[in-house]
């Protein structure tokens, strides 16, 4: 079973929608990241958070730690952002970081 | 800087052959680790490094050696390649274990 889920597992929007992304974990964690990787492109970090909200350009990442629970939005959605989100959480006895499955964004213009 | 950086890009092995994929930084980040993603099953960690003369298992370690000579280098050794090793790998370096994660381009390995 893998400690974190992500959905949804597919998604496709229209150049502009707004988009969410979730992901859920089942233990306390001390970190979550979320990353993007391009079709056969390299993974980049977008961000790390440890509790409430951050913003980058149209991306927003919000963590609640009570719910175990976390959400990247991309606002204003374009065909560049078409991509694979990936989840991953750290909890400091793993040892290491613990991935979602990600989810494919498709923007179609 | 050119960031985390992986060699080769790609590569093909026959079964039972052996190989070394490299892996180098420039920031200076004591954390290293590499990563084998393959389809439907997500990242999952071989090998991972604290510190220069320091390594430690991951997840799917079998088949796989590493060392840590110096703070910018991590090779992953392939001992004897089997068609199940085939996959992308990918190495990242870190400040710090759970910090921002820096990540290679990645190989692209077959195993025929």
């Known amino acids: 079973k893998n400690e974190v889920e992500q959905s949804p597992q597919n998604l496709t929007a229209q150049e502009g929608e707004f988009i969410t992304i979730n992901c859920s974990y089942s233990v306390g964690i001390s970190a979550l990241h979320w990353l993007q990787q391009h079709p056969g492109g390299g993974i980049v970090s977008l961000f790390m958070?440890?509790?409430g909200k951050k913003k980058h350009g149209r991306l927003i990442a919000t963590i609640n730690i009570q719910e175990k629970h976390s959400s990247l939005h991309i606002t204003a959605s374009h065909p560049r952002d078409s991509a694979v989100y990936i989840c991953a959480v750290w909890e400091d006895s793993w040892g290491k970081l613990q991935f979602g499955a990600g989810t494919q964004v498709v923007v179609t213009p | 800087n050119a960031g985390v950086t992986q060699t080769p890009k790609f590569q093909v092995l026959k079964t039972g052959q052996s190989m070394t994929l490299q892996c180098a930084q420039d920031m200076n980040h004591e954390y290293m680790s590499w990563y084998r993603q393959d389809p439907g099953m997500g990242l999952r960690l071989i090998h991972y490094?604290?510190?220069?003369?320091?390594?430690d298992q991951g997840e799917v370690p079998n088949g796989y050696n590493v060392s840590r000579s110096t703070t910018e280098d991590f090779p992953l050794r392939l001992l004897s390649a089997a068609p199940s090793q085939t996959s992308v790998y990918f190495c990242?370096?870190?400040?710090?274990?759970?910090?921002?994660?820096?990540f290679g381009p990645g190989t692209r390995l077959l195993v025929l």
């Open positions: 958070l440890s509790s």
């Open positions: 990242a370096s870190s400040q710090d274990r759970a910090e921002t994660q820096y």
């Open positions: 490094s604290v510190g220069a003369g320091i390594t």
